[in-house]
């Protein structure tokens, strides 16, 4: 082969080399260069703002709403104490020596969250009971005297009000529409860290199961229907915000179940709904009284007690006693009625009876609807609730 062919032949090869390298870069740009429409390549090279705004989610978007209506509560209230000698435990020296009565005054602290803009807060009656005093701290460091409007002891929740207008609130959302699984996110004031920063404490978790009952407890407060969450709530947490990834009130934080006083995934808030009926009637009335009498004695009605009644099946209540002057006697009623129902709940004995008394939170002044079996027909009796007496 002569020189000027292998020259001919380097060109050739150099030019063949070339041109399929050019065509490669175009045609298979995943793999030699970026390009502008690729997915995921954005991020690589991504502003700061970008960046910055991809952590954006519907938890922080919630977050921010909410947090700027999340306060912190500090309350001094006064408890009294007794005092015995032990030495003075006989019957005798007791009444020689009366126990000593002293009073205390005792700091607490507490989680709250304004729910209008003329300044209402909700909170735990527990929080504030027996306050002589109560300051609400905002998430600007502002700090404000705040009254309180109203409580309902069973249910466990107080209303305060404190000055201001136009002050940032959260909405209340729909708690029967709540999702098994739905994120939940509570705030609050545990261990007193809001008093500390200004801002509330955030945690995260999901609805772990809704509408649980608890009997009432040793202080006497009803729990029902009861969201139960594994966002975590401890000591502080109590009265502070449940909100849904919408921003919206779904519940507050209310009681934790635990072995060590810390939170173990097993917190309990008191649905909204529940929330925004009893604001309503702290705000009309100022205090929800649940103190009511009925006047009348029962028993389960057992076979023998269906047997001699004719009832066509052995369920309900018995009335036994009707007390002279109480809302039964003058409604009307008489031994031996059977109780069948009370306002539309069926009762199957008295535990059931009690239950439904429960259910239709009640209250001085309502009207009971019983359905009474009487003389082999079914009837309606309506009485009006009193004060007890």
């Known amino acids: 082969m002569t020189l000027s ?3 001919v032949n380097f060109f050739a ?13 175009w045609i298979v740009p995943d793999i030699t260069r970026p390009h502008p429409h690729q997915p995921g390549v954005e991020s690589a090279y991504a502003s700061d703002d970008q960046i910055t705004a991809s952590r954006q989610n519907a938890i922080t978007r919630a977050v921010q709403a909410v947090s700027p209506a999340v306060v912190g509560i500090n309350v001094i209230s006064v408890r009294e104490y007794r005092s015995r000698d032990p030495f003075f435990n006989d019957p005798l020296f007791r009444g020689l020596f009366p126990p000593q009565v002293y009073r205390q005054k005792v700091e607490n602290l507490g ?6 803009s003329d300044g209402y807060v909700l909170t735990n009656e ?3 009971h027996a306050a002589t ?9 502002s700090k404000h005297d705040a009254k309180i409007v109203g409580y309902d002891f069973d249910r466990d929740i107080a209303l305060l009000k404190i000055d201001g207008n136009h002050l940032p609130f959260i909405p209340f959302g729909n708690s029967d529409d709540v999702i098994i699984g739905e994120w939940a996110i509570a705030f609050g004031n545990p261990f007193g ?3 500390i920063h200004d801002q509330p404490t955030v945690t995260v978790g999901v609805i772990s199961a809704k509408d649980r009952d608890f009997d009432r407890n040793d202080e006497g407060r009803i729990y029902q229907n009861m969201i139960q969450t594994d966002a975590a709530i401890n000591r502080g947490n109590s009265g502070g915000p449940l909100v849904n990834s919408l921003g919206q009130l779904i519940g507050m934080n209310t009681m934790i179940f635990t072995e060590g006083g810390g939170s173990i995934g097993l917190g309990f808030a008191i649905p909204a709904n529940t929330l925004k009926e009893t604001v309503d009637a702290l705000r009309e009335r100022g205090s929800i009284d649940r103190d009511f009498w ?3 004695e029962i028993q389960d009605v057992t076979r023998i007690v269906a047997l001699s009644l004719h009832l066509p099946e052995a369920r309900g209540v018995v009335v036994t006693e009707i007390e002279k002057g109480s809302p039964a006697d003058d409604a009307g009623m008489e031994v031996p009625d059977v109780i069948t129902a009370i306002n539309g709940i069926r009762v199957d004995d008295s535990q059931s009876a009690q239950l439904a008394l429960r259910n239709s939170d009640l209250r001085v002044g309502d009207k009971l609807k019983l ?3 009487r003389e082999g027909k079914s009837r309606e009796i309506t009485l009006k609730l009193t004060k007890k007496k």
Do not use: E
């Open 294 to 296: 009925i006047g009348l």
């Open 371 to 373: 359905t009474v079996f």
């Open 133 to 141: 005093q109560v300051v609400v701290t905002m998430t600007d460091g």
């Open 193 to 195: 860290l809001f008093s």
């Open 126 to 128: 527990h929080v504030v």
């Open 13 to 25: 090869g150099l030019i063949i080399g070339v041109g399929l390298i050019v065509a490669g870069w």
């Open 111 to 116: 989680s709250g969250y304004v729910v209008s």
């Open 5 to 7: 062919k292998v020259i």
